[in-house]
């Protein structure tokens, strides 16, 4: 009993100490140190130098290490250049009061299915100095923007999500026009993103942290607000003293990026990187900025990332620790004992999204959860699509609710705000629709 406690102590302390503290380095540092003295005892330091090793070689921290350090430069690059206030001041024209913008980031998001990175960064990074201007608190573009990177990427079947669950349920004899057919079912993903539109347009009511932003705002408050503790990890994104120029140097970059993400497979790095190319040829060639100046701003934007990339770095060994201890064994052994069939799809949503959300990783996940409950429900008589669209709904919520997710990470980039207000004013909504989404995986548990 004791040891089975001992797992989940890393994850607890992390929940307790960032939401007390509201401190998030310091709050995975200490949880990272405590499941390195769980898991490695007297060889604590060698053991925790092998840990920090593995973590760099492998090759998702590698991507994450590699979008930080590119996308740090491009966003520094886009501010700096005036591009961003130039389209901004264009698009402010037309995307008046409190809907329209909101609308149109909700429009964007879907546009921007490629990629949950590319999704986050872009609509919040192009969208947060139009809602300011129109007294929508960042709050409220966060919160969108988180939901809708989130979910979106489950319910194309063009993704990168898609690509690699496809490569989970072959073994099981499924294949793409399966997924295509579970889609319909992924309840979760759905309703949260009619939800965020609903919001948007005044129709579902704001409450918790969105509502208390508003009034703020309406009562002659900013509608950013550094926090005193937990403050963002990264540059909030404002450029108000920046010079505006033409919005083509903004516009003409962030087309790169979707371009050359979507003709290469999905993969942000290389549209990442065509877009720094693009910056250098753009801002040399019309001399908005010397040589020396694009290498300064760009290295700049590296700096400022520093502190989140390290937050990931302890994040993903913190996952892969607590994977050695046994937390998804443990879980999973006690949800699926004596587990009634109808059950089957619910309790695969749950413990997807409980996976998810204490470990930060969605891939690591399904990897463990697919194989676990797709067999299950075959065995069993349950619809294994049903069982899948169980499985993807629990990892988008999941997902949504990390504190330490690498998207709630860049949405924080885009918007400045802290990934624990971002969580916190996702909670009720998400817990509300989880609810329904159990039922409704119990009551087709039963039909199907």
Not at 106 to 133: C, G, H, K, P, Q
Not at 312 to 337: H, N, R
Not at 416 to 424: D, E, R, Y
Request: proline share 4%; with cysteine; aromatic share 10%.
């Amino acid at each position: 009993m004791f040891s089975t406690l001992l797992v989940f102590a890393p994850l607890a302390l992390l929940l307790v100490l960032a939401v007390t503290t509201k401190r998030m380095a310091e709050s995975m540092t200490a949880a990272v140190a405590l499941a390195m003295l769980i898991l490695h005892k007297q060889n604590f330091i060698s053991g925790t130098l092998e840990s920090f090793y593995k973590t760099l070689c492998g090759s998702s921290f590698q991507m994450v290490l590699m979008m930080m350090t590119l996308f740090g430069g491009v966003i520094e690059l886009l501010k700096v250049s005036g591009g961003l206030k130039g389209m901004s001041d264009l698009v402010a024209r037309y995307a008046k009061g409190r809907r329209k913008p909101m609308i149109l980031a909700w429009i964007m998001s879907l546009l921007l299915f490629a990629d949950e990175y590319l999704d986050a960064i872009t609509v919040s990074l192009s969208m947060s100095s139009i809602t300011d201007r129109n007294k929508i608190p960042r709050e409220h573009l966060a919160f969108q923007v988180q939901i809708c990177a989130c979910c979106i990427c489950a319910l194309i079947p063009f993704t990168s999500w898609i690509g690699f669950s496809l490569g989970l349920i072959k073994d099981f004899n499924m294949g793409f026009i399966d997924y295509v057919k579970a889609m319909p079912m992924m309840i979760y993903p759905i309703l949260m993103i009619i939800l965020a539109l609903l919001i948007a347009v005044g129709v579902v009511p704001k409450v918790g942290v969105l509502r208390k932003s508003y009034e703020r705002v309406d009562t002659g408050g900013e509608t950013y607000v550094e926090e005193v503790r937990g403050s963002s990890m990264i540059d909030s994104g404002d450029f108000s003293d920046v010079e505006a120029r033409s919005p083509i140097y903004a516009i003409i970059p962030i087309i790169a990026i979707v371009a050359g993400t979507v003709c290469f497979d999905n993969d942000l790095l290389h549209g990442a990187l065509i877009a720094l190319i693009v910056q250098f040829v753009m801002y040399m060639a019309t001399r908005i900025m010397t040589l020396d100046e694009f290498f300064a701003i760009f290295f700049s934007g590296v700096k400022s990332l520093t502190q989140l990339t390290v937050i990931l770095f302890l994040g993903f060994t913190l996952s892969e620790t607590c994977k050695k201890l046994g937390f998804f064994d443990i879980v999973i052994g006690a949800a699926t004992s004596s587990l009634p069939p109808f059950m089957i799809p619910a309790i695969g949503f749950l413990i997807t999204a409980l996976c998810v959300f204490t470990m930060g990783g969605c891939w690591i996940v399904m990897l463990i959860t697919v194989p676990v409950f797709i067999p299950m429900a075959m065995a069993v008589g349950v619809d294994p699509v049903l069982s899948l669209a169980a499985v993807m709904s629990g990892v988008t919520m999941g997902y949504g609710l990390c504190i330490y997710s690498d998207t709630v990470f860049v949405c924080s980039m885009g918007t400045g705000v802290s990934n624990l207000t971002i969580v916190k004013s996702i909670i009720p909504y998400s817990l509300t629709i989880g609810a329904i989404s159990t039922a409704f995986f119990i009551a087709l548990g039963l039909l199907l």
